[in-house]
């Protein structure tokens, strides 16, 4: 074979970096789009663990479903719905409260604590609770928070409304915020 010409090996591995390239571009954007974006933690949740419930008394249930309907935290069930002043180490604001999940080194973190408290210095009733994750493992382990910053947002009586992974906007934060509060 000529060594100027382009191999199949050649056309393999420029394939192989095209196709990683694609995969990382929609990875991102896809990233991108749903990072930071509150998510509701009632309603369709509550009905779907009714379901689960459900099928799990006529024995039609397994995995995911069956953890849901055994009140599994990591389902959205049982206890991780409502959290108390025992839990975070701090007092409930009046109205709401923001809860933050964070760790020393999470540069997202910092800004998404500036933007939380901004947002309840501006609402009155509200708190910002700072949850170091390292520290509260049990916690994080109950809540399924899989990243940091994780920010919950809780009515007045410590339910869990509202949930975004990653650094939410301040538009987002006060949308939820409306939604918690009556």
């Given at each position: 074979?000529?060594?100027?010409?382009?191999g199949a090996e050649t056309l393999a591995g420029a394939a192989a970096l095209a196709a990683v390239l694609v995969l990382g571009t929609a990875f991102g954007l896809l990233r991108r789009r749903f990072d930071g974006r509150f998510r509701a933690f009632g309603g369709a949740r509550r009905a779907r663990l009714r379901q689960a419930a459900a099928?799990?008394?006529?024995?039609?249930?397994?995995?995911?479903?069956?953890?849901?309907?055994?009140?599994?935290?990591?389902?959205?069930?049982?206890?991780?719905?409502?959290?108390?002043?025992?839990?975070?180490?701090?007092?409930?604001?009046?109205?709401?409260?923001?809860?933050?999940?964070?760790?020393?080194?999470?540069?997202?973190?910092?800004?998404?604590?500036?933007?939380?408290?901004?947002?309840?210095?501006?609402?009155?009733?509200?708190?910002?609770?700072?949850?170091?994750?390292?520290?509260?493992?049990?916690?994080?382990?109950?809540?399924?928070?899989?990243?940091?910053?994780?920010?919950?947002?809780?009515?007045?009586?410590?339910?869990?409304?509202?949930?975004?992974?990653?650094?939410?906007?301040?538009?987002?934060?006060?949308?939820?915020?409306?939604?918690?509060?009556?």
């Amino acid at each position: 074979m000529d060594a100027g010409a382009p191999g199949a090996e050649t056309l393999a591995g420029a394939a192989a970096l095209a196709a990683v390239l694609v995969l990382g571009t929609a990875f991102g954007l896809l990233r991108r789009r749903f990072d930071g974006r509150f998510r509701a933690f009632g309603g369709a949740r509550r009905a779907r663990l009714r379901q689960a419930a459900a099928q799990s008394a006529s024995g039609e249930v397994s995995g995911m479903d069956a953890r849901a309907a055994s009140g599994h935290p990591a389902a959205g069930g049982g206890a991780a719905q409502e959290l108390t002043e025992v839990d975070l180490g701090a007092g409930l604001g009046e109205r709401a409260t923001l809860v933050q999940f964070s760790t020393a080194f999470c540069q997202p973190c910092r800004a998404t604590r500036r933007v939380l408290a901004e947002v309840s210095s501006m609402v009155e009733g509200v708190a910002h609770v700072e949850v170091d994750a390292e520290s509260h493992l049990d916690l994080v382990r109950r809540l399924d928070i899989m990243r940091t910053p994780t920010v919950l947002v809780l009515d007045a009586g410590g339910r869990i409304t509202q949930r975004a992974a990653g650094q939410p906007r301040k538009p987002d934060v006060i949308a939820a915020l409306g939604e918690a509060i009556p």
